[in-house]
């Protein structure tokens, strides 16, 4: 069993189905920058530490990062996982935890990078989008790829509506991903990811 640590926002959709894929993996803690993130509830109900750090209570983004490394440190993590945690994060975060760092995002990275992804999608009327679980790097949402899932965008779609078949795939590929952390087969060379597994599939391609 490897120990991880979650840092969510809000809803925290994602840390539930890794809390209900069975993992091989002990959730250390859940924090939130958020004191109010519902997503906190559900580490409440799996008796999973739940710390609430408010950012806006720190001066700036280091010493709000530095108290966030303590309390990963406290609770001990062979991997920290973003799931929903809508804060950039420092150099110095990012590459302390370089290699167990994850993020999963609402597009087909590279495309999309930041906020409202799925309105950007709609607006460039691209035909497929999707998800991305990746390696954290210090540039924003960007950085080796673990696994993607695709779906179509259809004609009456809204942002909403294209958002939740996204969503759906996100709860799919996230415990996937974690699970090969959490196994040992991720292998990160020349920027690339590849699974130490045979046959497994780095894609998914989702209808409708
Ligand atoms: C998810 O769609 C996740 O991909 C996105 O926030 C949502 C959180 O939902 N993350 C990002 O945009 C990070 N750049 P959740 O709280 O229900 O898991």
Not at 15 to 32: C, H, Q
């Amino acid at each position: 069993m490897i120990k991880a640590v979650v840092l969510l926002s809000g809803r925290g959709s994602n840390f539930k189905a890794l809390l209900d894929a069975d993992l091989p993996v002990t959730f250390s803690a859940a924090i939130s920058n958020r004191p109010d993130a519902a997503g906190l509830e559900y580490a409440h109900a799996h008796g999973i530490p739940a710390v609430a750090l408010d950012h806006k209570k720190f001066p700036t983004r280091e010493a709000f990062d530095e108290a966030l490394i303590a309390e990963i440190e406290k609770a001990g993590a062979d991997l920290v996982v973003l799931a929903g945690y809508m804060r950039i994060l420092t150099r110095a975060f990012v590459e302390r935890y370089a290699g167990r760092l994850i993020n999963i995002h609402p597009s087909l990275l590279p495309s999309f990078p930041g906020l409202h992804t799925h309105e950007s999608a709609l607006r460039e009327g691209v035909k497929i989008h999707g998800c991305t679980v990746h390696f954290v790097t210090a540039a924003l949402d960007h950085g080796p790829v673990v696994i993607q899932a695709a779906v179509p965008v259809l004609p009456d779609d809204t942002p909403e509506t294209l958002a939740a078949r996204v969503l759906a795939q996100e709860h799919r590929i996230y415990p996937q991903a974690v699970r090969w952390f959490a196994e040992g087969k991720l292998v990160i060379s020349d920027g690339c990811v590849n699974v130490r597994e045979q046959g497994v599939s780095q894609w998914v391609l989702a209808t409708p």
